[in-house]
T-cell receptor, first 109, second 113 residues
Framework: GQNIDQPTEMTATEGAIVQINCTYQTSGFNGLFWYQQHAGEAPTFLSYNVLDGLEEKGRFSSFLSRSKGYSYLLLKELQMKDSASYLCAVRDSNYQLIWGAGTKLIIKP | SAVISQKPSRDICQRGTSLTIQCQVDSQVTMMFWYRQQPGQSLTLIATANQGSEATYESGFVIDKFPISRPNLTFSTLTVSNMSPEDSSIYLC??????????FGPGTRLTVT
């Protein structure tokens, strides 16, 4: 079967750095996505990785290792507004998006 | 990017009734999807809405329960039929703009009593 694993919840301090991991087992691979979802709101697109390596976009970076079935989202200089759920999703060989359960990130002052 | 609106934003319905959710996009898009999200859970794809043909449903979802219309490239509707409390959820419309960009509407929060 297809599976995506993320930690359920993480806590970090304002101004610090946090890394959210995602491991996946899917039938084929056509890209990995990270989305941010604030409580009661729709998910918003953060990043897309299809090749191995690090993609940097401002305070957020996303890393992919296809051989390990592994990705992480790195958030730097954390702000209170970064408190949200972070969803990892993988597009499989049928171009279907398989979604992880999401990681709830709590930022403390 | 794409701006997506959904109607209604929320509703409380009685069991056995049906609700139609509308999704409007500000530009023509090929790929349009309907998702369900239970509280505290991740997204579950219900179906892909195809313009000019029948929707493609995921395992566990059937057309009789979730009929979908896609009359053009900017609009789609999802109907939740013969509702039960188990259908209480957030329903999200989503569009694929490019190879890797997928945008979501604000969602419709449905409560079935």
């Amino acid at each position: 079967g297809q599976n995506i694993d993320q930690p359920t919840e993480m806590t970090a301090t304002e101004g610090a750095i946090v890394q959210i991991n995602c491991t996946y087992q899917t039938s084929g691979f056509n890209g990995l996505f990270w989305y941010q979802q604030h409580a009661g709101e729709a998910p918003t697109f953060l990043s897309y990785n299809v090749l191995d390596g690090l993609e940097e976009k401002g305070r957020f970076s996303s890393f992919l290792s296809r051989s390990k079935g592994y990705s992480y989202l790195l958030l730097k200089e954390l702000q209170m507004k970064d408190s949200a759920s972070y969803l990892c999703a993988v597009r499989d060989s049928n171009y279907q998006l398989i979604w992880g359960a999401g990681t709830k990130l709590i930022i403390k002052p | 990017s794409a701006v997506i609106s959904q109607k209604p934003s929320r509703d409380i319905c009685q069991r056995g009734t049906s609700l139609t959710i509308q999704c409007q996009v500000d530009s023509q898009v090929t790929m349009m999807f309907w998702y369900r999200q239970q509280p505290g859970q991740s997204l579950t794809l219900i179906a892909t809405a195809n313009q000019g043909s029948e929707a493609t449903y995921e395992s566990g979802f059937v057309i009789d329960k979730f009929p979908i219309s896609r009359p053009n490239l900017t609009f789609s509707t999802l109907t939740v039929s013969n509702m039960s409390p188990e259908d209480s959820s957030i329903y999200l419309c989503s569009v694929g703009v490019t190879e890797y960009e997928q945008y979501f509407g604000p969602g419709t929060r449905l409560t079935v009593t």
